[in-house]
DNA sequence: GTCTATAAACAGATAGAC
DNA sequence: GTCTATCTGTTTATAGAC
């Protein structure tokens, strides 16, 4: 079963590898400050394989913004999972520690993409796209907790999943700029408040 | 009373230009994509004015970033007058429209500082310095609602100050994106959510 | 399809004139 | 104190070898 790669497979793959390379090396160093030398480099490439792969650098991190949603749409799909067997509110906490924690490469990358759209309106609408689809989906999961408290009178899911999406960005910022101002729990506690809220203001 | 500009005034007029200059043109370019050029044509002087001023482009960065907290201790300040003659949620609602929208430069250089922060690991804490004096004076301002709203017992001010930090940053930044996803009482709303919420469970 | 070598443009920083 | 001219290193991108 372990054959020989076609050429169009090796191609497939060194792109691969040049678009994860340049995920790394544009979060460590920024848009700007990131070098296709330093991105080829740490691919294991040359130069000239990313040219053949990817017009150029500003191609190259396009192709990144456009694609790397679906990593967002992945992590969106596992907390849904979760969100069905235990609290939601702690599944989406879990996930804010992992993220600030672990994956010490995702907000910086984030915040290149957006800082790169806000100077290129013309990127503006692709991120925007890209972030649709984790938002719907972040809908379909504040849909029935909404049901639940008997909120749903009260708040439009696609508001509410912008005000998690929103609280979660700038708690995981926060967390990174002071630890012990963002304690384990609190992104948890802010959403048991929030749609205790909800579900008062549905009670007037 | 108008006289000429002593020495010591002019160059201290200077550093401010070139610094207002630094602002505009790092949000508009970001740090590495910014050149001390451009930088220093924007303030209308030259490249060897702005290098007998500071120390160069990293130096000139610093110093904007420790110094331009006290911008946002001026907002907090006005927010402060203003909540107390109105619902705080709605003056802190007016805010988030009038940054997102008016201030275009604002989110994009607190992106800038956070990132190099993230990047300059010694730079981090002197940013997280810097946010504290606002995150302090939120607080204060949030103390009061809480007593109103019977909720000290169960929400400490300073979480809370660090909840609605988050939420507001991660707001306007997607009002950037999509303003359509974001409307303008959405934050106010959320506010009021918040609060309800943290009032409910104190009586539990 | 990927590599090495190089061209051409540009950056940050300094030196010396005024 | 500020300006002009310049030095040095680095950058993106290309051309041609393999």
Redesign the interface.
Known sequence: MSRRLTRAETKARTRALLLDAAARTFA??????ASVEEIAEAAGFSIGALYSNFGGKEQLFIELLTTRSSALIETAERIRADAEVEDPAKALGRLLVEVADKDTDF??LQ??F??Y???NPDV?QT??AG?REP?DQLSRLVEPVLDRVGGRAT?EP??VA??V???????V??R???PA???DE?FG??L??????????SER
Chains 1, 2 share one sequence.
């Open positions: 460590r160093k920024g848009y700007a400050g907000a910086p915040a290149e957006w800082l759209a806000v100077r503006m991120l925007a972030l938002h708040a696609g508001e912008t005000i999406l929103a609280l979660f960005q700038g708690l910022r926060q990174r700029t002071d101002s963002v304690p609190l506690q802010a048991r408040w929030l749609f205790t809220g909800i579900a008062a203001g």
